[in-house]
């Protein structure tokens, strides 16, 4: 396993507002947890969740239901109140209590060579707990993989509307998805758009593995991420256990946080992680 450490900033960088029914909102900045004199009413959250729904409810119904909000920027705005459910399915989310509004961030300047030298030698998925840095990371590699004589063919699959943010650069050969589902995604990746690389956040059902077995069998290597705190916990996942068992990934990369925003993170082999099967 070798380590590396980063910095992916010498300053805080906001990335997080929270807003709470009469309780005080808090920021995530550095990774640090601020809490704001500000207390926000039932009514006042209302008219909230109107503006950041273009005042149609309706047209987020089936997001909202999942969590969440996606706004333009690749802003993400996680939802949460009382839900309504049939058979184990939300059918909507009502008296909405907090609101969780992700702001993404552009560090394409952090180096991460270490990371683009192993990715030559096949897939890589990076693994963290949620906040940590993962969707950052992504749009990281995905400038410089896409850059330069040497750039190549990349299409990320932007199931959320929030990975592709800031990707849409002029000189890159970078093809975004938006919206659509990742197998499907990966599908039109691997057969309509002749992708060198595919790139795609949050993996782990097992529609999602067989997608990607599909697509390493044609050859193209994926860039992916996926929630964990260890290569154990991961592997404890039948979908990513299934990747692993099918030797898609060559590398795991989990990403780590030191202080403020020092950016730290270890690579695992497939035979290291082998060991935690």
Request: glycine share 8%.
């Amino acid at each position: 396993m070798a380590e590396i450490n980063n910095k992916l900033t010498s300053e805080d960088l906001l990335e997080e507002i929270r807003i709470r029914v009469n309780r005080q909102a808090y920021i995530i900045c550095g990774g640090r947890n601020v809490l704001l004199n500000i207390v926000i009413s039932e009514s006042e959250m209302q008219d909230i969740l109107r503006s950041v729904s273009r005042n149609s409810l309706y047209a987020f119904k089936d997001s909202i239901s999942m969590g969440y909000i996606t706004l333009d920027l690749g802003i993400r705005v996680g939802v949460v109140g009382r839900a309504s459910t049939e058979d184990d399915k939300v059918l909507g989310i009502y008296d909405v209590s907090e609101m969780a509004i992700r702001v993404p961030n552009k560090l394409f300047n952090v180096n991460c060579d270490e990371i683009l030298q192993i990715i030559d030698h096949g897939s890589t998925l990076i693994f963290a707990p949620p906040g940590v840095g993962k969707t950052t990371l992504l749009r990281i590699i995905t400038q410089k993989v896409s850059s330069g004589e040497r750039g190549k063919r990349t299409c990320v699959i932007d199931t959320r509307n929030e990975l592709g943010y800031g990707l849409s650069k002029k000189d890159t050969l970078v093809t975004i998805l938006s919206s659509y589902p990742r197998k499907l995604g990966i599908e039109i990746a691997v057969r309509t758009m002749n992708a060198q690389i595919i790139v795609c956040d949050e993996i782990g059902d097992d529609k999602d593995a067989a997608a990607i077995i599909e697509a390493q069998g044609a050859g193209i290597p994926i860039i992916a991420s996926c929630h964990g705190s260890s290569i154990k916990d991961i592997l404890s996942h039948k979908g990513i256990r299934d990747l692993h068992r099918a030797g898609i990934f060559s590398n795991y990369v989990k990403i780590s946080r030191g202080d403020a925003l020092d950016f730290k993170y270890e690579i695992y082999s497939w035979e290291e992680a082998n060991g935690y099967i």
